[in-house]
């Protein structure tokens, strides 16, 4: 009996020892395990739509990354620095966008560039360019969804108003003037134009013009009216380029008459030999007139129709029976002259200014 006691304890030793050996180990394994549990972190990252959720025992996210085998551009978007630290105490939660290639075309220029943004709109932000208030994209919107490879291509628009300016002409007014010669004309006042402004919109895409609007005008200037008076006297020029002023023209005939007996019907001894009925002084210059037709006194200027030379200035200081309507007498100092006129058709300017001084009613009479 003593020997199986002693038997018995000397087999329970080991047995004993091993159980404390896996109350040990147990112990270890449960501490092991509640050690992990506490210093485990959870980390959830989004990756275009694609949730994963992670254990790490890994201090920051590039070591959880870099567990995952994650790799990121720098043009990538991730919502946290690579270098934040963990913490066993919340899920972390890390959204990665992934860059897409596109094309932005600005002022005749081409860049392709990585965008992770959800518009174009945004994605041009993101580039530095500033849109204008009137500036647009070409057959897209700034909320559009970004497209791999797409093309962007910006339109610089601006508007600016212009002014013109037109010459607005200016009228002429005439007045007849009864004092100066036909033909002639006198400025009274100079005309000026006017100006008008018209305002236009125009408006450019790129610097070049697309379109011009017309928006309004206004008259900064009022044009002055020329004033012009113009003669009514009727003229004209003498072969030797004496200006001839007349109210009148008849169309007559001329004949030629001297102081001789056979022309007057007096011999030189006779009281009035050489006198004319109005008194006056027979002598070139003079001609006899029905004075029905020309009042005596009358001035008149003798044009010859034809290329015999003109009479020219005379009076009308004289009559003659036979002279009656359209038919004059001219005074001719020699019978040879009056040989010589015979009878010719003649033009009769009854002269506008009676009172002329190259023609002295003292030059005619006694």
Request: hydrophobic share 35%; proline share 4%; charged share 25%.
């Amino acid at each position: 009996m003593g020997s199986f006691i002693f038997s018995y304890a000397k087999r329970s030793i080991p047995l004993m020892r091993i159980f404390i050996v896996l109350i040990l180990l147990i112990v270890s394994v449960v501490s092991g395990f509640c050690l992990y549990n506490k210093l485990m972190k959870e980390v959830r990252i989004v990756e275009d739509g694609n949730d994963i959720q992670v254990k790490t025992m890994g201090d920051d996210v590039q070591t959880v990354f870099n567990q995952m085998g994650i790799l990121v551009e720098s043009y990538d978007y991730v919502s946290e620095p690579l270098s934040m630290k963990l913490s066993d105490e919340t899920v972390h939660e890390v959204v990665i966008r992934r860059a897409v290639p596109v094309n932005i075309e600005l002022e005749g220029r081409k860049t392709q560039v990585m965008t992770y943004h959800d518009t174009i709109g945004e994605t041009i932000a993101a580039n530095g360019i500033v849109m204008g208030p009137l500036d647009r994209v070409e057959g897209r919107s700034l909320n559009d969804p970004v497209n791999m490879g797409m093309d962007i291509k910006i339109i610089r628009v601006r508007e600016e108003l212009i002014t013109e300016a037109e010459d607005i002409p200016y009228t002429t007014e005439k007045t007849p003037n009864e004092q100066m010669n036909q033909g002639e004309q006198k400025v009274i006042q100079e005309g000026v134009n006017g100006i008008l402004e018209k305002y236009y919109k125009i408006t450019y895409e790129d610097n070049r013009i697309v379109s011009r609007v017309y928006m309004d005008e206004k008259v900064v200037k009022e044009p002055v009216t020329e004033l012009i008076e113009f003669g009514t006297v009727p003229n004209f020029k003498t072969a030797r380029g004496d200006t001839v002023r007349y109210r009148k023209v008849l169309d007559m005939y001329a004949t030629a008459y001297t102081s001789s007996f056979e022309d007057t019907g007096k011999h030189p001894d006779h009281p009035e030999f050489g006198i004319c009925y109005t008194g006056m002084k027979a002598r070139e210059g003079i001609i006899a007139v029905d004075p029905k037709v020309i009042p005596l006194y009358t001035k008149v200027y003798v044009e010859v129709v034809g290329s015999t030379p003109d009479y020219g200035f005379a009076i009308a200081g004289d009559i003659g029976s036979a002279i009656k309507g359209n038919l004059i007498d001219l005074y001719f100092d020699s019978k040879e002259a009056v040989s010589k006129w015979g009878k010719k058709k003649v033009r009769v300017y009854i002269l506008n200014e009676q009172n002329d001084t190259r023609w002295k009613e003292t030059d005619y009479t006694k």
